[in-house]
Nanobody, 129 residues
Framework: EVQLQAYGGGLVQAGGSLKLSCAAS????????IGWFRQAPGKERVGVSC????????SYADSVKGRFTISSDNAKNTVYLQMNSLKPEDTAVYYC??????????????????????WGQGTQVTVSS
């Protein structure tokens, strides 16, 4: 059974930084992608960033480009989301998720939640102004 555990959230002032981690276990796919999503109170869940395990292709939402960086440590089956220059509007519960990825298709990983089959619990990120 695939399990994802997200952690690293917290309270930070605007302009500060946080690094989220997503540890994956029980994955039997030959390859997979990990995505980060966030959901603010009263709003829909949206994709933030994703990375594919084999070819490290990444994708970012426009709202976080230049501020967030996704990376992976395949030996640890862990994906990181470094968040810099945080803004109050980044406040949300952040989730990581996974789906089977096929590198031979040449496509980047998806930022659409419906493509993901496995979800971890959320971690709260609060950015104060």
């Amino acid at each position: 059974e695939v399990q994802l555990q997200a952690y690293g959230g917290g309270l930070v002032q605007a302009g500060g930084s946080l690094k989220l981690s997503c540890a994956a276990s029980g994955v039997t796919f030959a390859d997979y992608a990990i995505g980060w999503f966030r959901q603010a109170p009263g709003k829909e869940r949206v994709g933030v960033s994703c990375i594919s395990r084999s070819d490290s292709r990444t994708s970012y939402a426009d709202s976080v480009k230049g501020r967030f960086t996704i990376s992976s440590d395949n030996a640890k089956n862990t994906v990181y989301l470094q968040m810099n220059s945080l803004k109050p509007e980044d406040t949300a519960v952040y989730y990581c998720a996974a789906y089977e990825y096929f590198a031979h298709t040449g496509t980047t990983c998806s930022l659409y939640g419906h493509n993901y089959d496995y979800w971890g619990q959320g971690t709260q990120v609060t950015v104060s102004s």
